[in-house]
Structure formats: structure tokens, C-alpha cells
């Protein structure tokens, strides 16, 4: 054999190097037949690992090829002339592709919204889905969510922070409402690396929406709110029997509500339902199910507080009838400028569920909730809380579950408040209760992590890396709180006492605001008034003695001139 024969190239040369090299290869026809080469029984577990995740990138490129093929044939039907009486080029579009892709109208033409905008509006996040590594429906769902800013300008910076956070990269720098991110700077040469890249993004579906929502209420402030208090309008419940949408004998019942609230509830469920213990024959899901419906019907009232319940420190306490049950804890991040007044920088649930100054402030005044102080660097991460205690302590755990907001297993949204407080490196092994050396996983993840094959590390607080038995490992970390920023006119206080100052003055000047508007709105009341006595009585001098009852009765003026006085005290003012 020539010993210069030529080396294998293309799908050859990646099976030759080892299955691991489908890793490193861009989803494309190369890809597809390297994974038809090798039968699955014929692959190891590790193997088998690889292959899953180069036919998930596969299947994105092409589903993503297919919405291309689309744009490309309705591009050109645009482009065609028409007659009067001709159908439009989205219908002719919708018509002709309706067929091979057995999809309804509405469907079809919303996949051309989509692309469109993913080639035109925000083509480097079309570079992730045409790659194959961000699901089409999801970058669809990011679309739709900047569509809402009315600064279009802004979309590009979203785009950009968009793509800094699931990539990994450091954020793009700004100036007022202007990205100075250009593709000659730091920024832009990272985030051009890091586009050419072949992995998939490591953030489930709900994780990007999440921080979509959170950049876009960032973005625009004042229009996140509107669009909340348009959403908080139209709050309801709903409840259907229908057999067609229920199994036989069930039904559904359905609450719209702020999400903070909705997440309380859903807390103060899950901490009720373990009280039943491991006896109760009942899942999860099961038991909350049945403690909702028995406390809105009535039927039981619970007694014992949310904090109790966490601490485990007394029996739940199921009876009748009790006024009002205790506080429940309310799991929102709110920067101090929002509380303040002085910056209207939105707050976060625990699940990083973005929500607006104005409903920050009106949970802080609700004499209902409980607030925990818990400090943050400026990049909104928080502060190093230990014991030395084996149990980790209250501050502690509620700190650990502020931090990492969810499960930290890979791909899992799981509440860190229904998990388990978990020593990275074991107790036994030397492992101290410690912010740095704790986290708060699912039940069933805890189980995994202690299972054999698979290892955990925290090389920093909040950030897990995960061993899996293939060898492959996965890296999480949790989301950053929101951190307010100081108005120009205010100065960073230094010290309590010009905190203190600062307080009494934004509080002096917000009750004079206050005032302005009362007496505004006295005056309004006052001048309508006026204008129906005018109406009614065309000639508003007092008549006099002798005719006082042709004109005018002297009750009827008795009762008009208190309404003039008033006016007059109020012009006065």
C-alpha cells in the first residue's frame, strides 16, 4: 500500500477521526451522513450522547432550511407583477405552499413573519437558528417579544444583549440608548467567534423567554408597565367541564394573575402538600390539586404561616374556619433605586419573571408581605452568607434559593424554594454549610447527583458543573438580579445619614406632588359642578329681595352658592 496515499476527507475523515469529531462539525449534508454511517446499536453510551446531539442540531438546520426555501419563494413572488384582480404575493405564497407542508394558513404565514424578521431584523439571531443551534419556535417567540418595543432602534442592542447572555459572552458596552458594539470592537469580534461556533445553546425554551422579557422591560420601562397594566386589566379566571377538552368526569380551572402572586401560591401548595408525608399515597401534583380546590371550596382553611411551614418547626394546622391564614412569603428581587422612587428599573420574581416599578413598590407597601434584606455586588450577585451548623440556616437558605432561582440541573426550572438544600462537596467528606459549597436542587436531581457515575462541583457560587457516567459535563449559572442605577441629579448616598437626607426630600417632594394633584382634582370636581349650576341657572348674580322667587327659588340658590364659594376658595388657592 502507498504509504502517501491521500488522507479521508468530508464524513470519512470525521469518522476516521473518532465519532467525538461530529462535535465539532456544522449541522449540513457532511453531518447527516456521517450519522448515517454508523447503525446506533454499533455506538457506546458516549457515543450515543454525540449522536443525539448532532441529529438535535440536524433537525434545526433543517427545519430552519425549510423556512429559508419559503422566504426565498415568496421574495420572488413579491417581486412578480400583478394584475387588479390578482391575490397578493402572501397569498399566492400561502396557497402554494399550504399543501406540502399540510399546515394551516395562519401557520404558514406566520412562519414568513418569522423568517423575514430572522433575516432582516435580527439577522445574527437568525445565524444561531439557520445553525441549527436555537429552535425556530423559540427565537420566534424572541421576535414577537422585541416586536413590542416602540423604539426600533433598540431592537439591535436587545438583540445583541440577547445573544451576549446565551452565549456566554461579556455584555456590550452602552452609552444613553446608543450600542457602540460595532464588529470591529471587542464585543463584536467575541460575539463573531462565537457565532461560528456548532454547539447548541445550553438554555431551555422557558429560560429564553424569561430573558427575553427581562432585556426587553429593561429596554423600555415605561412601556413594559403600560403593557402590564393593560395585561392586569384583563385578569381572570375560567373554569371548563367541557368533555372535549377534559378526560371523562374532570374539568380545569384556570387563574390569570400577576406572576408573583401565582408563584407565591404555588410555593405555599407545595410546602402544604409535603406535610402529608411520604405515607400519602397521592403525587405531588395530586396533593396540591386537591389542597386547592378543598380551600377555595371551603372545605379546609390552613392555620399555620408560610414561614413556619418552610422551617418545618410546627405540624400544619388544618381547620375550619380562621380569618386569615398566615403571611406568605413573596419572592421578589427589587432594586433600592426602584423602592426609592428615583429609578423605574423593573424587579423579578424568583423565576426571573421580570415585573414593573409600579408593582415592585405596590407589593413593598402590601402590609401582607415579609421582605428579607439580602446585598448584591453591582453585577447583581449576591453576597457570601455560611454557619457552621450542618442544616443550613434561614438567611443562608433563603440567600442560596435568591441565587440560583431554580434547580441548577442542566435544562431544569424546578423552584429552588420546593428543593433540597445540598452540600456540593458532602458534609462527610469535610463539606462546610456554606453560601459557596450549597445549592438547592429538585428532589429528583438530588437523587441524581448522589448517583453513581455522576459528580458535581462549584468552582464559584451559583455555578455548577456536572459530571455525567458518558463523561460528557454541563455547566449552569444563575441569573443575576436586576441592579437599579442613580438618576443623574442624585448622587450614590455614601453614608445612612445622606440616605436618610435624600428619603426626606424625595418624600417631601412626593407628597407635594401628592397635593398638586388633590387639589387638581378638588378643582376639577368644583369646576363641574359650577358648569351644571350655569347651565341650569343661565344668570349667576343673586336676584334680588323683591323678585327672588321669579327668576330663582331661595333654595335653589341656598344650595348654588356653596358651589361658588368653593370655586372661589379654589381659584384663590
Not at 397569498?91 to 414568513?112: D, F, K
Request: charged share 25%; aromatic share 6%; net charge negative.
Amino acid at each position: 500500500m502507498d504509504q502517501h496515499s491521500e488522507q479521508p476527507t468530508g464524513p470519512a475523515a470525521g469518522l476516521a477521526a473518532g465519532w467525538p469529531a461530529a462535535r465539532k462539525m456544522a449541522a449540513g449534508s457532511e453531518l447527516a451522513v456521517l450519522l448515517a454511517t454508523r447503525p446506533l446499536r454499533s455506538l457506546s453510551d458516549a457515543e450515543l450522547i454525540d449522536a443525539t446531539a448532532a441529529s438535535h442540531r440536524l433537525a434545526g438546520h433543517f427545519e430552519a432550511h425549510t423556512l429559508a426555501a419559503m422566504e426565498e419563494l415568496h421574495t420572488r413572488r413579491e417581486a412578480e407583477p400583478r394584475r387588479p384582480y390578482d391575490i397578493d404575493a402572501t397569498q399566492q405564497s400561502t396557497a402554494e405552499l399550504r399543501p406540502v407542508l399540510a399546515a394551516s394558513a395562519i401557520r404558514v404565514q406566520g412562519q414568513l413573519r418569522t423568517v423575514r424578521s430572522l433575516t432582516r431584523d435580527v439577522p445574527l439571531l437568525g445565524r444561531l437558528v439557520f445553525a441549527g443551534r436555537l429552535p425556530v419556535w423559540v427565537a420566534g417567540k424572541c421576535v414577537t417579544e422585541m416586536s413590542l418595543l416602540t423604539d426600533k432602534a433598540k431592537v439591535p442592542i436587545v438583540e445583541k444583549r440577547l445573544l451576549a447572555r446565551l452565549l456566554d459572552l461579556a455584555p456590550p458596552t452602552k452609552t444613553g440608548d446608543h450600542d457602540d458594539s460595532d464588529p470591529l470592537s471587542e464585543f463584536g469580534r467575541a460575539l463573531e467567534l462565537a457565532l461560528t461556533d456548532v454547539e447548541v445553546v445550553r438554555w431551555t425554551p422557558g429560560q429564553v423567554l424569561t430573558l427575553i422579557r427581562q432585556l426587553v422591560a429593561a429596554a423600555e420601562p415605561e412601556e413594559f408597565d403600560s403593557r402590564f397594566r393593560a395585561a392586569f386589566r384583563d385578569r381572570r379566571t375560567s373554569a371548563s367541564t367541557d368533555p372535549q377538552d377534559n378526560p371523562p368526569g374532570m374539568g380545569r380551572l384556570t387563574i390569570t394573575h400577576t406572576g408573583h402572586d401565582v408563584e407565591t401560591a404555588d410555593h405555599r401548595l407545595s410546602l402544604l402538600a409535603r406535610q402529608f408525608g411520604a405515607d400519602d399515597p397521592r403525587s405531588m401534583d395530586q396533593r396540591k390539586a386537591d389542597l386547592a380546590i378543598d380551600l377555595l371550596c371551603g372545605r379546609i382553611e390552613v392555620a399555620t404561616s408560610t414561614s413556619a411551614l418552610e422551617a418545618g418547626d410546627e405540624p400544619v394546622r388544618i381547620r375550619l374556619r380562621d380569618p386569615r391564614p398566615g403571611r406568605a412569603q413573596v419572592n421578589v428581587s427589587v432594586p433600592i433605586q426602584t423602592l426609592l422612587g428615583v429609578s423605574d428599573d423593573s424587579g423579578q420574581t424568583l423565576s426571573g419573571l421580570p415585573i414593573p416599578a409600579s408593582l415592585a413598590r405596590r407589593i413593598a407597601v402590601d402590609p401582607d408581605s415579609t421582605w428579607y434584606r439580602l446585598l448584591t455586588d453591582q453585577a447583581g450577585n449576591m453576597v457570601e452568607l455560611s454557619t457552621r451548623a450542618y442544616a443550613a440556616s434561614d438567611p443562608l437558605w433563603r440567600a442560596i434559593c435568591t441565587r440560583d432561582r431554580t434547580c441548577p440541573f442542566p435544562c431544569c426550572n424546578g423552584s429552588a424554594l420546593a428543593g433540597d438544600t445540598d452540600h456540593t462537596h458532602t458534609a462527610a467528606a469535610g463539606g462546610p454549610t456554606s453560601y459557596p459549597n450549597s445549592g438547592r436542587p429538585c428532589r429528583a436531581h438530588h437523587h441524581v447527583r448522589h448517583s453513581r457515575g455522576f459528580g458535581l462541583s462549584q468552582p464559584a457560587p451559583g455555578v455548577f458543573t456536572w459530571t455525567f457516567p458518558t463523561g460528557h459535563s454541563y455547566t449552569t449559572r444563575p441569573q443575576a438580579h436586576p441592579v437599579g442605577h442613580w438618576p443623574r441629579h442624585w448622587s450614590e448616598p455614601g453614608s445612612a445619614a445622606e440616605l436618610s437626607r435624600a428619603l426626606a426630600l424625595l418624600a417631601r417632594d412626593q407628597a407635594a406632588q401628592t397635593d398638586r394633584g388633590i387639589h387638581a382634582m378638588r378643582r376639577a370636581y368644583h369646576q363641574a359642578r359650577l358648569q351644571v349650576w350655569r347651565h341650569d341657572n343661565p344668570d349667576p348674580d343673586p336676584p334680588p329681595e323683591d323678585v327672588a322667587g321669579d327668576d330663582m327659588s331661595t333654595a335653589d340658590w341656598d344650595h348654588a352658592w356653596p358651589v361658588v364659594q368653593d370655586w372661589l376658595e379654589l381659584t384663590a388657592a
